[in-house]
């Protein structure tokens, strides 16, 4: 229910979100969101009993509804402040190496604050995130360009609001089916969902029931990932200069589903198997978080390390693709629609996991989930084609100057 209820907005808002995005000022949008994202997490420190925990569910809902606009906001701004397409795949792997700094240190940061101090001093420092991201984007230079000012020299269309969103959403979703790099896109990023959707419900049963792991545990994968990321950034540029955006990101997409498939394979031999004795002799739930931390299982660790290497290159590839296919004043629209159309396919794998995981062995979705993300990698090399340069209808220009 919590996965699920982060991923509706997805599809319920998304294609209307994309639409203000583009017609709105991209930095303030952001900036907003961001503040709002802030307030919304401090109210998890209302529940205090098990009866209060739809409070959680109405938290994720509306903070994912926020983030429908910060998201589309962020990736069209990105090619408006970068120089050179040729530099774009870059700025890409260099935005995901900064997010995976937050990737790498939010995780752990929960997991050990969780386990020694309680949840609240968890939701307190996820709340200051957001607010000290507003501040950070308040410094940007952002170009301001918006869909009703470059269409009517700032004055408001003639023809009715309603009317007017109804028809832009109508164009992205005509741009996303005309274009054929987006429509590969469209069919890879499908069935890349189809698979890692069922992990996003089961994944935290997965580790407790599998591993007994806690909420340092969890956060101990999620640093090793997040290490993974950190590594797959800075080799970024070494692989694009070998692969043609479509390889790296078809290749890398199949290396992170054999490596959930192994995740799901993954044995619980830990430091303490290679080393007897190290862990004591006390219950695992009675140990300090240290020591229960000697019970990690180390392939577990390992795998999640390489999938963390792994999803750079895919995600870097993809996105550029996206943002050069796709003019500057359609990037919103476009984005939200083809988010909102691989949505519908992850909520149906998270609804069948959801399902499935009460009788299916958890292991099991895990392979399934790792060999269907495997066949997207390779779908993607067969169908995703390399984009040019868009020329803006409304400008007549590209998205980069001469």
Request: proline share 5%; glycine share 12%.
């Amino acid at each position: 229910l919590s996965v699920i209820a982060s991923t509706l907005p997805f599809l319920l808002l998304g294609p209307v979100a994309g639409v203000f995005v583009d017609r709105w000022d991209r930095k303030r949008t952001m900036i907003i969101a961001d503040l709002l994202r802030g307030l919304l997490v401090l109210a998890s420190l209302l529940v205090q009993t098990s009866d209060q925990v739809w409070i959680y569910y109405t938290v994720a809902f509306l903070m994912s509804c926020m983030s429908r606009f910060f998201f589309p906001a962020q990736n069209a701004v990105l090619p408006l402040i970068v120089a050179s397409q040729d530099d774009l795949l870059s700025a890409n792997g260099l935005m995901q190496i900064v997010q995976t700094a937050g990737f790498l240190l939010g995780p752990a940061l929960a997991g050990f604050s969780i386990g020694i101090w309680g949840p609240q001093v968890a939701f307190a420092i996820d709340s200051a995130s957001f607010f000290v991201s507003a501040v950070g984007i308040l410094f940007m230079t952002v170009p301001n360009t918006r869909v009703d000012k470059q269409a009517t020299g700032g004055q408001r269309p003639v023809r009715g609001q309603t009317a007017t969103v109804w028809a832009e959403m109508r164009d992205g979703m005509s741009y996303l089916f005309g274009n054929r790099t987006m429509v590969g896109i469209l069919v890879c990023l499908s069935v890349v969902q189809l698979g890692v959707g069922s992990i996003h419900v089961v994944w935290v049963p997965f580790m407790q029931r599998t591993f007994g792991l806690g909420a340092e545990g969890l956060g101990a994968v999620d640093a090793a990932q997040g290490v993974g990321m950190a590594v797959g950034g800075l080799g970024l540029g070494f692989v694009a200069a070998r692969f043609k955006r479509k390889e790296l990101a078809g290749w890398s997409i199949a290396i992170c589903g054999v490596m959930i498939a192994l995740m799901g394979l993954a044995p619980p031999f830990s430091l303490v198997n290679l080393v007897p004795g190290l862990g004591g002799q006390a219950p695992l739930a009675e140990l300090t978080v240290g020591n229960r931390l000697l019970y990690m299982p180390l392939l577990l660790l390992v795998y999640s390390l390489l999938l963390g290497i792994s999803l750079i290159p895919a995600n870097s590839s993809l996105t550029t693709m996206m943002q050069l296919a796709v003019p500057d004043l359609k990037r919103g629209r476009v984005g939200s629609a083809l988010n909102a159309l691989t949505t519908a396919a992850g909520l149906l794998s998270m609804a069948g996991a959801a399902a499935a995981g009460e009788v299916v062995p958890l292991r099991a979705i895990y392979v399934f989930a790792g060999v269907t993300t495997s066949l997207a990698g390779l779908v993607g090399i067969l169908v995703l084609e390399e984009p040019g340069s868009p020329v803006d209808p409304i400008t007549s220009q590209g998205p980069w100057p001469d």
